[in-house]
């Protein structure tokens, strides 16, 4: 079977479709977050980061988001710890505190639970010590 690459079918995305129990408090808490806003259609925005982004839809099944989860890996996890205890999520948004980064296996990752219960894992990989 031919690579799709080969045949001119290189990515040029790979976006998930992330649930919004109520979209417009979802892209506030994104907007938080440091993510950019890029309306694509009434129900449907793109959140950036950087280079990185997501698709943002207003739609919800319970179901499907408790069992959705984003990972993200970045250079620095105490930038983003930070940045989550400034925002205060219980406060402003009735959600639990994020958990403190932790080293699990070769990752120092923080994770905490979005607006409409999508779970998000921001990683930190750690570097390779000598022997």
């Not at 938080?32 to 950087?50: K, Y």
């Not at 959600?95 to 980064?101: G, I, R, T, Y």
Request: proline share 10%.
């Amino acid at each position: 079977m031919p690579n799709p690459r080969d045949a001119g079918g290189g990515v040029i995305a790979l976006r998930p479709f992330v649930p919004a129990k109520n979209f417009e408090f979802s892209k506030r808490f994104y907007r938080d977050l440091g993510f950019r806003t890029e309306v694509i259609a009434p129900a449907l925005v793109e959140m950036h980061v950087g280079q990185h982004s997501f698709l943002l839809q207003d739609f919800y099944v319970p179901e499907y988001a408790g069992n959705f989860v984003m990972h993200m890996l970045v250079d620095n996890v105490q930038v983003w710890w930070d940045r989550l205890c400034a925002i205060d999520l219980p406060s402003r948004y009735g959600l639990e505190n994020p958990h403190a980064p932790v080293v699990a296996g070769p990752l120092k990752a923080t994770h905490f639970a979005d607006p409409s219960s999508i779970l998000w894992h921001i990683a930190q990989p750690l570097r390779m010590r000598p022997e």
